[in-house]
């Protein structure tokens, strides 16, 4: 590390302009291939999976995306001539748009089940050439102006669908300006410094903006998810700039304390670097973990959010030495460069808010220990209600098109009519076609179901479909319940005594399987991700304490912010205000992604704090001290990192994305409990009541364990300043 640092001193010029060529290489790469983003979460082998793919092969011409024009009159019928006759004109003008394949219309001849009983409110449903993920925005752009213009004189038109979805595409830049401003703020605070300030963010941008075309590149190559760029940059963001602050922090020590630009910055990459490493290297084991889940677009996002901080780690130990050198003194504010030139070096002091808190929790160990634990756990306790399921568009912001047109048709349609269920039948002989053809008369009585429509066959009579509607939202648990029903128990019956077999497809059968599917593995992936994590931390600190705090803490975030999400998300506290839509159940996938981010985020303040704890542990032999020390010494610039990382992560809160939003405010609420609760009172707490033992490691393993160290060999001495001119420790 410390050849690596002074390399990219002496040539810091090559440095940077190598880091220009990638991220001018990559983007223009990405420029010219485009992006090839997946919205397909499907899992296959799962019998909504079966289902779909099925049906995709018996009638190919349903492949195209389908959105749904409804329009509403308040008073009056949609069968009135004037509504006719705007709305005829509207739908031929939408039926000459480019893309457009076909338009059902109401109006046309069997078209009267487009319109509701009560006559107020109509629907017709358009089917574009393209599939979801080739959909261009700007078509469904035109298609939703066209029906939209004909609104007016008590006549309401709104668009739903996922073509009308892309016109309310997430703000992908104000976010990310938002928590760039946040962290700008932050940082100009704690340096005094505007080029100290500009270099974390430089860094961070040079490595996510490379990382972004990358990503773009990959899903060329394999599934990546459409979400997978933005939590890319939520990510890398974060540590990119934590990861610079930390490396900036110790420069400025060393300049502070008389050393040269070039001593200061390599020191600083020596010491600080390994631990931002070793964070990171953390960070992509945890990410990495998703791998063991075997879920295509988890892959996608795994190695997406792993390249990004991966790229964030390599910026951190060359570019940012390379710009230390560049800026030289100006690292430090113009008032520590004159003081420093006046008064010469001095040494950091160990006073202030920071050492008074370390003595403050030394002294009352378990009172505030308890204060944390209570904290953790009454916020961790609405997980214990978390329900994984749709989130559909209903769940929109109550001013998009989109949720007004899915209100609209299940006021006007029934709650089921957003998400009716496929059933698709596989048919061998007459036999099969006979029980397939009574089933729609058995599923008209079934508990749960409102309507059934079908069967429908394929030209060969090979595959049947039937489409249920049920009597409830395609989010409510009597839906799920309507899917076990049928799976268990009605569609086995119908088929007694023949070969058919039958599916059951649609949203709420294919977020069931998907979450089933996740559960199943969580144990799996959670032992992958926790024992990496810990062995990393066994290897680096010689203990068997601190990898198992370290575990049991960082569970204690996920849960407490899983909590957090569940309120606001699942039980609607806020959302609305916030812009997030109305309460519904969390995504099957989001527990996986957080908690591997979670866990390699926390890991990261785990190992800046306790590896300045591990040095004066093994200085001293004083637990005491190096804990009290530790705390003093890193819990300011842990603080500082938390803040900029939680001003990152709650920008994207704004991004439009109920997802995006999701992982937004449950990283922003983790790394807020980890650092102000877990990392500066719960964790110093405990290790003070355990003492010595946090530091215990039985002799035949340590035999056996091979050395990984974070600590660089010991700083030179720095000047040392008058005697009477040195102050006393606090503690």
């Known amino acids: ?109 069997g078209g009267g089940r487009q319109i509701s009983h009560d006559g107020h409110t109509a629907y017709a449903a358009v089917t574009f050439r393209a599939s979801p993920d080739d959909l261009s925005p700007a078509q469904a752009g035109a298609v939703v102006r066209t029906a939209r213009a004909a609104a007016g004189g008590g006549l309401q ?124 290297a953390t960070v992509c084991i945890a990410l990495l973990g998703m791998l063991t889940l075997r879920l295509g677009f988890l892959n996608g996002v795994a190695l997406a959010a792993s390249l990004t901080v991966v790229l964030t780690v390599a910026a951190s130990v060359t570019l940012l030495p390379a710009l230390l050198g560049l800026i030289g003194t100006r690292a430090l504010g113009r008032r520590e460069r004159r003081r420093l030139a006046a008064e010469g070096p001095r040494p950091d002091r160990r006073t202030g808010a920071a050492a008074r808190w370390a003595g403050f929790v030394a002294r009352r160990p378990k009172l505030l220990g308890a204060v944390a634990a209570a904290v953790m756990v009454a916020l961790a306790l609405p997980t214990l209600g978390l329900r994984l399921g749709t989130s559909d568009q209903g769940n929109d912001p109550a001013t998009s098109t989109t949720r007004k047109a899915y209100d609209l048709l299940a ?80 569609l086995p019956a119908a088929a007694d005594g023949t070969t058919l077999r039958v599916r059951v497809g649609g949203v709420t059968a294919g977020y069931d399987d998907f979450a089933a599917v996740i559960v199943g593995k969580l144990p799996l992936f959670m032992g992958v991700v926790i024992g990496l994590g810990s062995v990393l931390l066994l290897l680096a600190f010689r203990s068997v304490g601190i990898p198992v705090k370290a575990a049991l803490m960082n569970l204690a975030a996920v849960a407490a912010s899983f909590g957090i999400v569940v309120a606001v998300f699942q039980w609607g506290w806020g959302s609305e205000a916030l812009g997030l839509g109305s309460a519904g159940p969390i995504e099957p996938f989001l527990p996986v992604i957080m908690v591997s981010v979670l866990f390699g985020l926390s890991m990261d303040y785990q190992v800046f704090l306790v590896s300045r704890m591990y040095e004066e542990w093994r200085r001293t032999g004083d637990n005491r001290r190096a804990v009290r020390v530790g705390l003093a010494e890193t819990s300011r610039v842990i603080n500082s990192a938390a803040v900029i990382m939680i001003a990152v992560f709650a920008a994207f809160v704004l991004s439009g994305d109920r997802i995006i939003a999701m992982f937004g405010i449950g990283l922003a609420a983790a790394v807020a409990l980890d650092a102000f609760v877990l990392r500066t009172l719960l964790v110093p707490a405990l290790m003070h009541l355990l003492g010595g033992a946090n530091w215990w490691l039985p002799a035949w393993l340590d035999r056996r364990l091979p050395h990984l160290s974070i600590e660089p060999p010991p700083e030179p001495a720095a000047p040392a300043p008058p005697a009477d001119d040195r102050p006393p420790v606090a503690v």
């Open 411 to 490: 006021d006007g349609f029934g709650p089921g009519f957003n998400g009716p269920l496929t059933l698709v039948g596989s048919l061998d002989g007459a036999t099969d076609r006979l029980a397939f053809d009574k089933l729609p008369g058995t599923l008209r009585h079934t508990p749960g179901v409102a309507q059934v429509g079908g069967p429908e066959f394929d030209g060969g009579h090979a595959t049947g479909v039937i489409t249920v509607v049920p009597d409830s939202a395609p989010q409510s648990r009597r839906t799920s319940d309507l899917v076990d029903r049928l799976r268990g128990t009605v």
């Open 157 to 280: 038109v709104e668009v739903g669908g996922s073509g009308a979805a892309l016109t309310q595409a997430p703000q992908e830049r104000l976010p990310e300006l938002i928590g760039l401003a946040a962290a700008a703020v932050v940082l100009f605070l704690a340096f005094g410094s505007l080029a100290a300030t500009l270099l974390p963010i430089i860094t961070a941008l040079a490595a996510v903006g490379t990382a972004a075309a990358g990503i773009s590149l990959l899903g060329h190559a394999m599934t990546v998810a459409d979400f997978a760029p933005m939590l890319g940059m939520l990510i890398g963001l974060g540590v990119g700039i934590d990861y610079a602050l930390f490396i900036v922090t110790r420069h400025r020590k060393g300049l502070r304390a008389g050393l040269t630009v070039q001593e200061s910055a390599v020191r600083a990459v020596a010491v600080s670097g390994r631990a931002v490493v070793f964070a990171g």
């Open 1 to 109: 590390m410390t050849a690596l640092a002074r390399w990219c001193l002496r040539r810091r010029l090559v440095v940077i302009l190598l880091w220009l060529a990638a991220f001018t290489g990559t983007a223009a790469a990405a420029g010219l291939a485009g992006s090839a983003y997946s919205t397909d979460y499907a899992v296959p082998g799962t019998e909504s999976g079966q289902a779909g793919a099925l049906l995709a092969k018996a009638f190919p011409d349903r492949a195209g995306d389908t959105d749904t024009v409804v329009w509403h009159t308040a008073t009056g019928s949609v069968r009135a001539a004037d509504v006719r006759t705007t709305m005829e004109r509207t739908l031929a003008d939408v039926a000459e748009l480019p893309g457009v394949a076909a338009v059902q219309s109401p109006y046309a001849p």
